[in-house]
């Protein structure tokens, strides 16, 4: 009995053992064909996203001949998907069909969670509705501005490389197109910017209209006054180096003044938090203590 134990265990060993190894030479065996195929994994992932996103676009642009609009309301949203940086033309489809996707999937998603029997269906779904419609233009009011501050905080560095290269011997259009060449990885706003007034200038355009076009674009405050600069030194024939050199000096002291600004707001803005949260937490450690000791005082005078 106990040798026919033993050689069952040395069986199972052996079985177990085959089949480990086994294991181990499919898993190597998989581990090798993924690193020697790690170039077309990559490709494929990315290939379904690229579809599952068109499929997307697709679905999303199939909606927004739902909405009636007007040839001056495109426009307007034309413009402000420019100064987001959608430039595409499937930017307004999309935009459009978003408007109608969304509060769709509001109402979806209030139907599926029960909100709309606990709350009331009709304010319920019209709330929805509502933020659904609305919901994209905040969205795209959002990236207009991220975006007007990223070129606002990159106009400095952009000119200090313009005045650099204008002092080395490049025109202006030159100095442009290079700075625009150079910078595109850490401002890549502002650069895109910068080559759409290159090539409206290399299409016949002249100097002071593209840059015009380009403040027109950003709707950008620091934009508008380079270009009126820009400008105004063309007409009058001064230094374009000194005007962009004294443009920048003073772009730095007005973000060094709007900081300031913020930290000199904290205080004020401490004091809501305050009120409403540290003070009651402190008088409630501070004086808790007290008033049971009152009450328990009060409690005994009045048993007497």
């Known amino acids: 009995m106990i040798y026919a134990i033993f050689a069952f265990l040395a069986l199972f060993l052996l079985m177990a053992s085959g089949g480990l190894l086994l294991f181990f030479r499919e898993g190597s065996s998989s581990r090798v064909d993924e690193a020697i195929q790690t170039r077309s994994k990559p490709k494929s992932v990315l290939g379904s996203l690229r579809n599952a996103g068109s499929s997307l676009r697709a679905g999303l642009e199939s909606f927004q ?3 009636p609009k007007s ?10 998907l420019g ?3 959608y430039r595409e033309e499937s930017a307004v489809r999309m935009f459009y069909g978003s408007k109608v996707a969304l509060p769709l999937l509001l109402c979806a998603l209030a139907l599926m969670t029960g909100l709309s029997k606990m709350v009331g269906p009709f304010f319920v779904y019209a709330t929805a509705l509502g933020v659904g419609y609305l919901l994209p233009d905040f969205w795209l009011g959002k990236r207009i501005s991220a975006r007007q501050k990223r070129i606002r905080l990159g106009l400095p560095d952009v000119l200090d490389l ?5 002092e080395a011997g490049l025109s202006l259009d030159h100095a ?6 150079e910078l595109k990885t850490s401002h890549p706003d502002l650069c895109d910017e910068l080559k759409m007034v290159v090539l409206e200038q290399r299409a016949g355009r002249a100097r002071s209209e593209a840059w015009k076009m380009m403040a027109e674009r950003t709707d950008e405050a620091s934009i508008r006054n380079l270009v009126s600069m820009i400008v105004q030194s063309e007409q009058f024939g001064t230094s374009v180096a000194k005007t962009l050199r004294i443009h920048s000096d003073t772009l730095r002291k007005q973000r060094i003044q709007s900081v300031e600004e913020q930290a000199a707001k ?9 009120v409403l949260f ?22 005994s005078l009045l048993g007497k």
Not at 176 to 181: C, D, L
């Open 266 to 274: 904290t205080s004020v803005k401490l004091v809501f938090p305050l």
């Open 176 to 181: 442009t197109a290079r700075s625009a060449q």
């Open 65 to 67: 001949n739902v909405l």
């Open 162 to 166: 313009i005045v650099i290269c204008v």
């Open 83 to 85: 100064r987001a940086g």
């Open 278 to 299: 540290i003070f009651p937490a402190l008088f409630l450690v501070c004086l808790g203590p007290a008033v049971i000791v009152m009450m328990e005082s009060f409690k």
């Open 71 to 80: 040839k001056q309301e495109v426009s307007i949203v034309l413009v402000r």
